[in-house]
């Protein structure tokens, strides 16, 4: 197999990576707080006994207070429960190196259902100085214009519109989005099946996607992308219904196109369904790669059986094990807590509810230094745009269109035998300039812009 | 305000044609009106008084409201009202997305002329069923829309539709009684939407009044009572159910377009899921289905349940049905409706308090009676029917 | 005048009413009585004139009289409570009426239906006048005074059968179709209830059409008797038959002359 | 290592309605009982889909204990012993069921049969929230499968089974067998309630309560067990769903009960028999709207209902609340 020529395990080379930032640089880059350091997972390293706790007069001496909206019931929480237990966990090291300039975070968790307006205004109503979520992008949607009208900061966990910051939100001030631009992923899918198999050897290609706007949508982009490189055709469309029980109507489809490549965007329990039942009548002989990019959303509910074939997935802007978690330990310390708080393997969602967090913490903590004093909404809004900092993913920003820009994973699944859990190998980390619009541009006019 | 057995040597006083209120009760619903229009102002006092579910549980009740004259004349069980309501919300939500019409007026005159459009269309599917039959055939009806709107991309499939300027997800509120919003003064348009919900509330409520109390209403009842007898007495019966089901849709059009116009934001799981049509059902029976203002109350009630007990438990399913279960076995006739019936139970034992005892038997005698049926039921388990 | 015209009703294998042509009302007011044996088609003839049932064949026709003589008026296809507004009305064996109301709001419907008020919304149910009159008349017409506040459900066997006509009454009508309207009701009480209802009838000129199982009351208020038997018209003519025709006290009675 | 069947020989059209097939022998056994609840008590349990969600979470955790104890199928000896493991899995999760349904009826639904409907509708309702969460309590909000035998779902390694030269044609094995459990229950069921004394006495108590109650028939009894019977059944259904490697969510039962009143309006409430074909033929329409035009998936099922309504308002075998 040819070597791809985007940034590898092995051949890491652009800035913008992880990859060739030392420990040292990477403080340096994260403005060198106790806390971004914690954050970014490289406190036991650095901070040793010398943690330096910001001490301002004009911080308040009560916690910070924060909410968090996500899906903890419903088929959803396969999503949810991941952004909150990393949301948690940010706040455990927020709180553990001494807080946001001082002030520890106390983390209110309320299940979204469909009252996102309901869930963000009582929040407001309890004086949150911040708030996250929601999962839904629906609910994103609605929420946005309530974010942008009250004016407490809120950060999206998910919520994946892609229209969202590109054409609903012009000149947002509150309302930010930490995870996905779903661009990145679409994009990476297809770019992933033509580097396995050749633009000249797919000449077909299938869907099956969630029947509602993100799976439409992830569909657009997967297939804008993979049409402006290759030559193939769309044999098969199907939307089974989002939390379905079954999908074997639309496998048994597929099977008997036998397109080179499909994709599929279902998530959570529709994907363990997808495969097992694939598995059942074949799917995976009857395509030649199958490629989804939240896969591996579902890496806590796979057996072996479910993955065996050629499937490759996203893990979105973050996996554990990339880099190798014997090198880079940040990414085995996270794993860790995972395991250890509630004993699963942290998926994408994870990084969702982590990095929300993250993003304002860090954010503030730098905005408290540059100030003196705690920053009011707007100074934090502000501060927020073109924000960058750490993760154990890596190095994010958030663009001034409000999205934020991380890298965007892809890999082979398979089955670790010796952790008896679902892994992702031949890792290839996209630079989000290469999988994603630039802010102000629409997503399916880049894509065919591509020569 | 409801009034429905009072005896004509009372003193009354007489609010308009028909409307007769005795003291206490003209004392009660003043005091009613003075707290509803000064929930703005002393929301901030109670932790867990909000403003918006407040207003969201008057626009539920209002849907109830409509719902309860086919519960309560026609004794019809409608499963499938969530379609007036969202139809409503969407109707409006269509005009400004579609249109681009951002007068918060026509949007709600939109909204009612969509879903009552909509009754009447569906009335005329579900006019001659019955009983339970009705209330599936309604469910499938409601069902269907919801199908519809979350399979349709121009309606934005899950995502529903913003009912902001162009659509968009932070255009600004619609303008009320030409008085334009700015998305920061979106404080101030909600309070004006309040007092104008106040409004129709108080004349939907009069409406409904005089509509259960008219010859129409007679006659309903009278379809309620004995379908054959009504046709009988030359009642055009199927012609009626369609009426009363159009009137119905019409309440749920408003209070749809209300809550879209409150929400600026809608999709189908909120507002069209079948689940939906259950809670509006269940709030004219937790209100008291038989009284005007019942409904009302079993809107906000329900409401402030749902927004609240979430933030207090993750379980708040099993809180919610264990009240549901109460109302049914304590207060059959509803909050509202069953006052009447606490009043005087309470009257009674204090002027008795050996009551008190009895009570304590009656409850002994319930235990025994559950613990003696599950015997029962282990036995019939074990060795069948006899 | 109201005429069926060879009305054929079939359940399955059986037939209900087997060609029955017959008139009523020749002269308003008359009174006819429909007499029979259990499942001779007694209650299938009075569904079938009053539209609870379609026929498999025939028609039922009114005619009315009008300054260039009468004319007739098919109504086989109309529903019943478009038959209502010709005039033509009826009681049920089965006492019908509106349980959960009290009396005078059971009269007071009917009544408003018959004005035509009933699509009213806004007006008030009781504050119709001309409506208000009628029911009180109704009520002191069929001695319902004591129980006028009382509701349906809560009332004597009589009174209810009572209640059930006067709300026929409250409709004007001009055929008034009942069925067995002194069913169930105690020896004692029959006597008062038949008399009240003919007293009414001939009081407003009423066609009736009865049907009835006691064969004194028949002999003592029917102008014209009707026999059925297994779906067929047996016999039709004066009362008086019920004592001279042998073959018909046989069929009805079970009894032969020589008894 | 198993080797996986694959049937695309048997062409599309026949897959698709064998997997229609499939999900409506299902959703018959989830309505067959709502029905014959229906049928007897005169009460629409709105809380009957949860008791097919706790059937398929029963057999998630019974047969997790199994598979954790037992060879996995590698000869026709281990297969058999780990498919009769299976099948008494199954019937246990459908047997707990049992007591469950029993409890519920004699303590909350007894005291409501002379209520007005909407009081059932409430009380039902309120059941399936309580049931809902009593669920996520026991088993956690997130989708829940059994564990793996060597990595394969149960159905998988069960798939073994030689489908080929039994009945001439590649198809799951294990779908197979719940087609013809389904069609055992339908005839059974019909045996019950024609030939069994029991059965006879349920639908005397069906067709008139007191004339039941005259002949010394406890009415009471009879309702236990027919609740118990449909608790059964249910739970029976989603046990089997589960073994097809379908996780197991708390809202299952939601959809399984919106899709049984679909099932039973168009059979007819009441009729055993409508609600077999009534199912067959909305699992079977479902399987071909998504082959034909997927975007009708959700609305297939309602639309097939309205439509036989409007032709035949009484559903296929109208028998309106007495057992067919």
Redesign the interface.
């Known amino acids: 197999m040819d070597k791809p020529d985007t940034q590898t395990e092995e051949g890491r080379a652009d800035s913008n990576g992880i990859g060739n930032i030392g420990r040292r640089g990477m403080l340096k880059a994260a403005g060198g707080t106790a806390l971004a350091i914690a954050l970014a997972g490289c406190s036991d390293v650095l901070l040793g006994d010398d943690e330096e706790v910001v001490d301002v007069a004009d911080v308040p001496d009560e916690p910070v207070e924060a909410g968090l909206q996500t899906f903890t019931e419903g088929p959803a929480s396969v999503l949810g429960l991941q952004a909150q237990f990393g949301a948690e966990e940010a706040v455990r090291r927020i709180n553990d190196a001494g807080g946001v300039a001082g002030r520890e975070i106390e983390l209110d968790v309320v299940e979204e259902g469909d009252s996102w307006i309901e869930n963000y205004s009582r929040f407001v109503d309890d004086g949150k100085e911040v708030t996250f979520g929601p999962i839904s992008s629906g609910g994103h949607l609605d929420l946005v214009g309530e974010v942008e009208a009250q004016g407490v900061v809120n950060i999206a966990t998910d919520g994946t519109v892609t229209r969202m910051f590109e054409e609903e939100l012009d000149d947002p001030t509150y309302a930010f989005r930490f995870q996905n631009h779903d661009v990145m992923e679409a994009a990476s899918a297809a770019l992933t099946a033509i580097e396995q198999l050749g633009a000249d050897e797919i000449d077909t290609y299938a869907n099956i996607n969630p029947d509602y706007a993100f799976g439409q949508d992830e569909r657009e982009i997967f297939n804008a992308t993979i049409e402006q490189l290759t030559d193939a055709e769309e044999v098969y469309s199907g939307f089974p219904e989002l939390a379905t029980d079954d999908m074997s109507t639309h496998v048994t489809s597929v099977v008997s196109e036998e397109p080179d490549v499909l994709f599929t965007s279902c998530w959570g329990g529709d994907a363990t369904l997808l495969l097992s039942q694939g598995q059942d009548q074949g799917m995976m002989d009857a395509t030649d790669i199958i490629v989804g990019p939240v896969l591996y959303g579902s890496a806590n509910d796979f057996s072996s059986g479910d993955i065996e074939g050629n499937i490759w997935s996203g893990s979105r802007n973050f996996y554990w094990d990339f880099p190798d978690s014997d090198r880079w330990s940040p990414g085995r310390e996270l794993f860790d807590a995972a395991q250890e708080a509630e004993d699963t393997i942290p998926t994408a969602h994870y990084m969702s509810g982590y990095g929300a967090v993250t993003c304002w913490a860090t954010a503030v903590e730098g905005l408290v230094d540059m100030l003196g004093g705690w920053p009011e909404q707007e100074q934090i809004a502000a501060a927020l745009e073109g924000h960058g900092f750490y993760t154990p993913a890596g190095y994010h920003v958030m663009a001034e269109d409000h999205q934020c820009y991380s890298n965007a994973h892809f890999g082979r699944l398979t089955w670790n035998d010796e952790m008896d859990i679902p892994v992702i190998e031949e890792m290839t980390i996209r630079d989000p300039r290469e999988v994603s619009p630039p802010p102000g541009e629409i997503s399916v006019e880049w894509i065919e812009s591509w020569s | 305000m409801s009034n429905e057995d009072q005896s004509e040597e009372k003193e009354t006083i007489r609010l308009m044609k028909g409307l007769h209120l005795t003291k206490p009760q003209l004392a009660l619903a003043l005091v009613g009106l003075v707290v509803v229009l000064l929930v703005p102002e002393i929301e901030g006092f109670f932790d867990n008084l909000q403003l918006d579910t407040f207003h969201n549980g008057i626009l539920w009740g209002m849907a109830a409201l409509g719902l309860a004259l086919l519960l309560n004349k026609t004794e019809l069980v409608s499963f499938g009202h969530a379609a007036f309501f969202g139809g409503g919300a969407y109707g409006g939500a269509m005009l400004v997305n579609f249109v681009g019409v951002d007068s918060g007026l026509l949007i709600l005159f939109a909204a009612v002329f969509f879903s009552t459009a909509m009754a009447f269309a569906i009335g005329w599917f579900v006019a001659d069923y019955v009983a339970i039959y009705f209330a599936l055939l309604t469910l499938a009806f409601g069902q269907l829309l919801y199908a519809i709107a979350i399979g349709s991309p121009t309606l934005g499939q899950d995502e529903g539709l913003r009912l902001r300027s162009g659509g968009e997800a932070s255009g600004d509120p619609p303008s009320l009684f030409g008085i334009e919003f700015t998305l920061q003064q979106q404080g101030e348009y909600r309070l004006v939407l309040y007092y104008f919900t106040i409004l129709l509330l108080i004349a939907s409520m009069i409406v409904m009044y005089r509509i259960m109390k008219s010859p129409f209403g007679s006659a309903l009842e009278a379809i309620g009572q004995n379908r054959t007898r009504a046709r009988f007495i030359g009642i055009p019966v199927e012609r009626y159910v369609w009426g009363a089901f159009t009137i119905s849709g019409f309440y749920g059009g408003i209070a749809g377009g209300l809550y879209g116009l409150r929400q600026l934001s809608i999709g189908p799981e909120g507002t069209l899921y079948v689940f939906v049509s259950g809670e509006i059902l269940f709030m004219a029976i937790l209100g008291g289905f038989q009284t005007i203002i019942g409904p009302i109350i079993g809107g906000i009630v329900l409401t402030f349940l749902l927004d609240n007990v979430r933030f207090l438990t993750e379980h708040f399913e099993l809180i919610i049905g264990i009240l549901l279960l109460l109302v049914v076995f304590v207060l059959p006739k509803g909050i509202w409706g069953s006052s009447e019936d606490i009043k005087n139970g309470l009257m009674t034992r204090v002027k008795n308090p050996a009551q008190l005892g009895a009570d304590v038997g009656t409850l002994q005698k319930m235990l025994i009676n559950a613990v003696r049926n599950a015997i029962t039921t282990i036995k019939i388990i074990l060795f069948g029917v006899k | 005048m109201l005429e069926a015209r060879e009305l054929i009703k079939e359940f399955g294998d059986l037939r209900a009413t087997d060609d029955v042509s017959l008139t009523f009302g020749k002269e308003d007011g008359e009174m006819t009585f429909i007499v029979g044996p259990n499942g001779a088609g007694k209650t299938t003839l009075i569904n079938l004139l009053t539209g609870l049932l379609e026929p498999d064949e025939g028609s039922v026709i009114i005619h009315e009289k009008s300054e260039n003589g009468t004319t007739e008026r098919d109504i086989t296809d109309m529903d019943p409570e478009q038959r209502v507004k010709t005039g033509l009305v009826r009681s049920f064996q089965v006492v019908h009426v509106f349980e959960e109301m009290t009396v005078r709001e059971n009269i007071r419907t009917a009544s408003l239906s018959n004005h035509g008020l009933t699509r009213s919304f806004w007006s008030l149910s009781d504050e119709h006048e001309e409506v208000e009159n009628d029911v009180d008349e109704l009520i002191e017409q069929f001695r319902l005074e004591d129980v006028a506040g009382d509701v349906a459900e809560t009332l004597p066997h009589g009174d209810r059968k009572l209640l059930d006509v006067a709300m026929s009454f409250a409709l004007d009508p001009r055929y008034l179709l009942l069925d067995e309207p002194t069913s169930g009701v105690g020896a004692r009480e029959k006597e008062y209830v038949i008399e009240t209802v003919v007293e009414a009838s001939k009081s407003q000129n009423v066609t009736t059409v009865t049907i009835e199982h006691d064969m004194d009351i028949v002999r003592e208020y029917a102008d014209r008797m009707v026999a059925l038997v297994r779906g067929e018209v047996f016999r039709e003519g004066d009362p008086s038959l019920l004592d001279t025709d042998d073959e018909l006290r046989r069929t009805l009675l079970g009894v032969t002359p020589d008894e | 290592m198993i080797e996986?069947?694959?049937?695309?020989d048997l062409g599309?059209a026949a897959?698709?309605t064998l997997?229609?097939i499939?999900?409506g022998s299902i959703l018959f056994m989830i309505a067959s009982g709502l029905t014959i609840i229906?049928g007897v008590l005169g009460v629409?349990n709105?809380a009957h889909g949860e008791f097919y969600g706790i059937g398929a979470f029963l057999l998630t955790s019974i047969a997790t204990f199994f598979v954790v104890r037992i060879a996995a199928p590698t000869d026709p000896l281990s297969t058999a012993i780990f498919a009769a493991a299976i099948v008494i899995a199954v019937l246990l999760s459908a047997a707990i069921l049992?007591?469950i349904a029993?409890?519920i009826?004699?303590?909350?639904i007894?005291?409501?049969y002379d209520?007005?409907?909407?009081?059932q509708?409430?009380?039902t309702?309120?059941?399936?929230?309580?049931l809902?969460?009593?669920i996520?309590?026991i088993w956690g909000?997130?989708?829940v499968?059994p564990a793996?035998v060597?990595?394969?779902?149960i159905?998988?390694a069960l798939?073994v089974i030689p489908m080929e030269e039994l009945f001439g044609f590649q198809y799951?094995s294990v779908r197979i067998f719940t087609i013809f459990i389904g069609i055992g229950t339908f005839l059974f069921l019909l045996w019950f309630f024609d030939r069994t004394k029991?059965g006879r006495?349920?639908r005397a108590t069906a067709i008139d309560r007191e004339a039941a109650t005259a002949i010394g028939?406890?009415s009471?009894?009879?309702f236990?067990?027919v609740f118990?019977l449909g608790g059964f059944f249910a739970g029976f259904s989603g046990a089997l769903?589960s073994v097809s490697?379908?996780?197991a969510?708390?809202?299952?039962g939601?959809?399984a009960l919106?899709l049984s009143?679909?099932v039973i309006?168009i059979g007819g409430?009441g009729s055993i028999r409508g609600s077999f074909v009534g199912a067959i033929l909305v699992g079977v329409v479902w399987?071909w709207a998504?082959?034909e035009y997927?975007?009708a998936?959700?609305?297939a099922p309602?639309?097939l209902?309205?439509l036989v309504?409007?032709v035949r308002?009484e559903g296929l075998y109208g028998a309106w609340g007495e057992i067919e």
Do not use: C, K, W
């Open positions: 996986l069947p694959l049937f695309i599309d897959v698709h997997n229609g499939f999900r229906f629409l709105l049992i007591p029993g409890a009826e004699a303590t909350v007894r005291p409501i209520r007005a409907e909407m009081y509708l409430l009380l309702y309120a059941l399936l929230l309580i809902v969460d009593t996520r309590i909000s997130q989708p499968r793996a060597d990595g394969q779902q159905h998988a798939d799951s029991t006495i349920i028939v406890s009471d009894r009879v236990t067990l118990a769903y490697a379908i996780p969510t708390a809202e299952m939601g959809t919106v009143f679909v309006v409430l399987s998504i082959a997927p975007p998936e959700i609305a309602f639309a209902m309205i309504l409007l308002p």
